[in-house]
């Protein structure tokens, strides 16, 4: 091809066919692509999202996309809003056995039959907006009593209230107090979800999803995994050409046991997570950036005097209602795992739901992985 660079146009229409300098001329620019695509291809900067599951990797990257401006699809949002639904109804459902398996009594006794009638909700049915909020269900008196409304009732009675306080003895979503807090404009028909809806719309990832956010114009690719135990056999299959590994650790679930055995605690293992994953030799070239993430429910957890971090880490020393002496300790328990000393390790305390918070770490992301 370079010999075409130096030829003279007119001498080449002497020495080439029509069809031979047409040919010549698309190979020329086929190059020219290929060219550019490598380039583009080495200046891609690809960030694994790892963690255990719920500690919020899926929603810094629905944060990645608020914050770059690339909208949610109308498809996507209809599914949010299915998931919201569902997010809600399990959630309640949750609460209302869990009251009752906890001998909490009712505050107001007529709300038994409509715990009752909410049990009897399918997992599996998929709720739009015609069944969460028009489908009436026919309780004894003979009035009917929407899904909606039943939640509504259900949220206000003091034996759920007292069995939400106790939530970490059970299996409750994170996101399920925001939603039923916002219930009055969830079941309105006008409803759309708000990006801060979407932030807290809480679906396990299954598989591996790629997202490309362009960033002054390079490329970063985001790789989201599930965290769950059954998805870490996943993870093996995006480890190639990894520019920077964020580590996301749901900081407030100290006193919290896995949804996936019900005795392991949550803290312990993300921390046994994270040894495998600094102490890989296959890593040693990757900045590893460690969030340890959901502030905002670390800082509600120690200041309630219902919970105490000694209770679950006997070596805690420090002040267990102080945020700094948490904080410093959770810190120290995962910079203690790594053994190479030379090893760079960053970290951020951050709230994922938080727009304003994710804007200001992920520039400090980009600025470490260019
Ligand atoms: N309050 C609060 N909630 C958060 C924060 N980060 C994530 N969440 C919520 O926690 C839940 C779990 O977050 P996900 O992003 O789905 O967690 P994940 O790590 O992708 O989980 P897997 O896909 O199962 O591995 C969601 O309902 C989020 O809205 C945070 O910083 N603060
Ligand atoms: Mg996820």
Redesign the pocket.
Known sequence: MSTLKWSCPCCLRFKFSPEELEQRYRSREIDKMIKKDKQVLKRQVKLL?L????????????QMRIIHGIKFEDELIKEFQQVIYQ?VVKGMKVLVDARDKLNIPWGDSQNSELGSKLLEFNNNTVLDFRLFVSYATNLSNGLFVSYATNLSKLWKDSGIRRAYERRREFQL???VE?FLNNLDRIARPDYIPTNRDI???????KGITEFVIPVNNVPFLFV?????RS?RQKWFQCFGSITSILF?V?S?EFDQVLLEDRKTNRLEESKNIFDTIINNQIFNSVSIILFL?????LVKKVANPETDIRWYFPQFAGNSHSIHDVQEFILAMFTGVKREPKKNLYHHF?????TANIKNVGIKVYTRSI
């Open positions: 999202l963690g255990a599951g719920e500690s919020g990797k899926s929603t810094f990257l629905k997010n979503s994170d996101s925001y932030l807290h719309c809480r679906k396990a990832t989201d995994v599930g965290g769950q998805q996301l749901s407030s993430n959901k502030y905002d429910l951050t709230t994922a739901v938080d």
